[in-house]
């Protein structure tokens, strides 16, 4: 009788480690699919049922969404602590951390759970936040800690169940790989890349079993015709650049707090000034005559499908309201409130273009004001063509990002993610020595 030799043996330990990695990926991606289909549909159950009660009492949110705002902000101070916000730099600080605490403090299935259930709880009060940048970090969370069962917990797990949120929340799986590589690593890793892309994959399809194959904004075949309407891309480019770099710059700014009488006020009451917050996008709500609450993702892609210009000052309100849901420090993203102001703002710009194809415009606009943003360009150029289906589309997006990117850079230097994430780097705790 023969026994394996050591190299035999160690061959097999490899294999083996390599197989359960890939296993990890896997699950994970169906895991993390199956939670952003969860979180979708909550999520519309979630504003329905807010959209009911403002239609019977048009004044209801001048108290619900203030008290909704405060509660929110108490419940994650006080048990989930790192899921404010939409949780896209709480990933990205995760990656660059080294110390499993410091990372499990970022991304966890406690972290998870606020994040969902915070995110529901505000779209029930009427704030303007969205359901996918949540999606990001409860998928990072979901990878995390099903890394545990493998023997080397990387980054790459982190990184892969960001991508995959992102692919199952929009059902854009192009745009969650190019979101790995462009937003979350900024670099592209051989090593990991193919495992991402099974964890894409995996989320995606349970995505399609669960709801069917769909396009987040419907089917779009519009395109700009020759000639004058090409002006549109420069004007949308730096509109929604510019307009996105200021939106960034505040909530940087908001984050790192001031050294003045209100910003020691605002660190030392978080809850009062949630309050405050509320009662603001409660007061644009009311003057949007209740357009701006929620995502504002039926008020977009209503107005695509239809060829129909929004309200002239929807853009103006969704921004506010955005601001006020982003600042006050309670759960919730951005992807989808950014796009809903980048359609208002093309809808006030293709005025200026007779003729011209309305929704053009206003995909022009979208990918414009979330470039400005994120400053992710490819990110953004591509999310927009999948979520509504137009390849003809492709090259005027494309540019239009770039140009917005650049803008924005005149106004906020930073990426918005990026720049939020040192901030939890800085503060995380120091890692602690190996034993030895």
């Known amino acids: 009788m023969t026994f394996p030799s050591n190299r035999q043996r160690r061959l097999v330990r490899i294999v083996s480690a390599r197989w359960q990695r890939r296993a990890i990926f896997l699950l994970g991606g169906i895991a993390v699919g199956a939670a952003a289909v969860a979180l979708a549909q909550l999520a519309d159950l979630a504003q329905i049922a807010f959209s009911a009660l403002?239609?019977?009492?048009?004044?209801?949110?001048?108290l619900l969404t203030p008290a909704g705002f405060a509660l929110s902000v108490f419940l994650t101070n006080r048990f989930?602590?790192?899921?404010?916000?939409?949780?896209?730099?709480?990933?990205?600080?995760?990656?660059?951390?080294?110390?499993?605490?410091?990372?499990?403090?970022?991304?966890?299935?406690?972290?998870?759970?606020?994040?969902?259930?915070?995110?529901?709880?505000?779209?029930?009060?009427g704030a303007s936040v969205g359901r996918e940048g949540p999606t990001v970090q409860i998928g990072a969370s979901i990878m995390f800690a099903l890394g545990r069962f493998s023997p080397r917990r990387q980054p790459g797990l982190i990184l892969a169940g960001a991508a995959a949120g992102v692919a199952a929340a929009f059902n854009t799986p192009l745009a969650g790989i190019v979101f790995g590589i462009e937003e979350m690593s900024r670099a592209f890793e051989t090593r990991t890349s193919s495992l991402i892309i099974g964890a894409?994959?995996?989320?995606?399809?349970?995505?399609?079993?669960?709801?069917?194959?769909?396009?987040?904004?419907?089917t779009s075949a519009t395109g700009l015709r020759n000639g004058a309407d090409w002006l549109a891309i420069p004007l949308c480019g730096v509109a929604g650049g510019l307009a996105g770099g200021l939106f960034s710059r505040i909530l940087i700014a908001m984050a790192r707090g001031f050294a003045n009488p209100a910003g020691r006020a605002i660190k030392r009451y978080p809850i009062g000034f949630a309050a405050i917050c509320g009662l603001a996008a409660a007061i644009c709500g009311i003057a949007s005559d209740g357009a701006i609450y929620g995502t504002g993702y039926q008020q977009v892609k209503s107005a695509l499908e239809a060829g129909s210009q929004l309200p002239a000052s929807f853009s103006m309100w969704k921004f506010l309201a955005t601001t006020f849901a982003s600042i006050s420090g309670m759960p919730g993203g951005i992807f989808a409130p950014s796009l809903a102001v980048g359609a208002g703002l093309g809808s006030n710009i293709a005025p200026l273009f007779h003729g011209a194809p309305l929704p053009a415009i206003m995909l022009l606009g979208m990918v414009s004001y979330f470039a400005g943003v994120v400053q992710a360009p490819i990110t953004a150029f591509?999310?927009?063509?999948?979520?509504?289906?137009?390849?003809?589309?492709?090259?005027?997006?494309m540019a239009a990002a770039l140009i917005a990117h650049a803008s924005s850079r005149l106004i906020c230097k930073e990426g918005v993610y990026h720049a939020l994430a040192k901030g939890f780097i800085d503060r995380a705790p120091p890692a602690q020595p190996k034993s030895v």
């Not at 991304?107 to 505000?122: D, E, M």
């Not at 994959?201 to 995505?207: D, F, P, Q, R």
């Not at 591509?382 to 997006?397: C, G, K, Q, S």
């Open 54 to 62: 403002v239609s019977h009492f048009r004044y209801a949110s001048l």
């Open 80 to 125: 989930f602590q790192n899921a404010q916000g939409s949780g896209i730099p709480q990933a990205i600080a995760a990656r660059h951390l080294t110390d499993q605490t410091a990372r499990e403090n970022l991304v966890s299935l406690r972290v998870a759970a606020g994040k969902i259930l915070l995110t529901l709880f505000g779209l029930l009060c």
């Open 200 to 218: 894409v994959i995996a989320a995606g399809l349970t995505s399609l079993a669960l709801m069917g194959n769909y396009t987040y904004f419907g």
């Open 382 to 397: 591509v999310i927009v063509t999948e979520m509504t289906d137009n390849h003809a589309m492709v090259v005027p997006l």
